[in-house]
């Protein structure tokens, strides 16, 4: 039997373990995302150790995902600054609830070189990486869809981003299809599934974490961003299950990020879990 447990980001409108959880059931999700500050500001907030325990012993696997604006190849200072602050905070929280992984994004270099991009990658993620205690959780790296100057879209680009982290044991991975797609990863084609995940296991054996399922809405190679309901995008239905019959899948959590409100989200997840069959 396979062991990936399908689920969604949650809306915790009404407390982090509260609100999440109800939504949770709402859906039918046996792991959930959340957020655990604003995603789209850049102060922090203390979290409720009653919340906090609720979560914790809810029994699902929990992921936390750090605020849209973090890039750590922004050469604006203030954007730096306020990246470490927003990583090391959602790290923190996501000890305190039980989290098995933060999710950030790899990001841009905006208006300057790759290497320099790198180079802050380096100056800066690396000592966060090395903040994470035994018991995690693990940081995953989230490769975009390729638009304007980002550091990671496609599998090989994870190659010289976790040569800067050098190898880092807590720097793992989260795959976004719609991205991976996007960039470039023909996963409807017969066997583009099986072939995206050899080349991932040829730059980063073993460090898939999670997958964002999302279907997309624009063809192969768009480079554009947008998420579709499973099964109603240019991937299709069947990756998804080629995607949970391969070997390197095994264990590793499905979220979707998909459009719509609680029946078009558990709709999705029933989709996956037949395909998950």
């Not at 995607?243 to 989709?271: F, N, Q, W, Y």
Request: proline share 6%; aromatic share 4%.
């Amino acid at each position: 039997m396979r062991n990936n447990p399908i689920g969604g980001h949650v809306s915790i409108a009404g407390g982090l373990a509260t609100g999440g959880l109800r939504y949770a059931a709402e859906i039918g999700a046996e792991m959930i995302q959340v957020f655990v500050t604003n995603p789209r500001a850049w102060a922090v907030n203390d979290g409720d150790p009653a919340e906090d325990a609720k979560l914790r012993e809810a029994g699902l696997p929990v992921f936390a995902h750090t605020p849209y604006m973090v890039n750590f190849g922004s050469p604006t200072e203030a954007t730096l600054t306020g990246s470490v602050t927003l990583v090391r905070h959602t790290l923190r929280r996501g000890r305190e609830i039980g989290a098995a992984g933060v999710v950030v994004h790899t990001g841009s270099a905006v208006s300057q070189s790759r290497e320099s991009a790198l180079r802050q990658v380096r100056e800066n993620l690396l000592p966060l990486l090395d903040e994470i205690p035994d018991d995690g959780p693990d940081l995953l790296l989230e490769p975009m869809a390729g638009q304007g100057q980002m550091l990671c879209a496609t599998v090989q680009d994870l190659g010289p981003y976790l040569e800067a982290l050098e190898f880092h044991p807590r720097a793992c991975l989260c795959l976004d299809t719609c991205h991976m797609f996007a960039a470039g990863h023909d996963l409807a084609a017969p066997g583009g599934v099986a072939e995206m995940l050899g080349e991932l296991d040829q730059v980063a054996p073993g460090r898939l974490r999670m997958i964002h399922a999302n279907d997309c809405k624009d063809v192969c190679g768009s480079k554009k961003d947008r998420h579709e309901n499973i099964g109603a995008g240019h991937i299709g239905a069947q990756p998804f299950a080629d995607l949970m019959r391969h070997p390197a899948t095994d264990g590793v959590s499905l979220c979707i990020e998909t459009p719509g409100k609680a029946d078009k989200h558990r709709e999705d997840i029933e989709l996956l879990k037949k395909l998950r069959g």
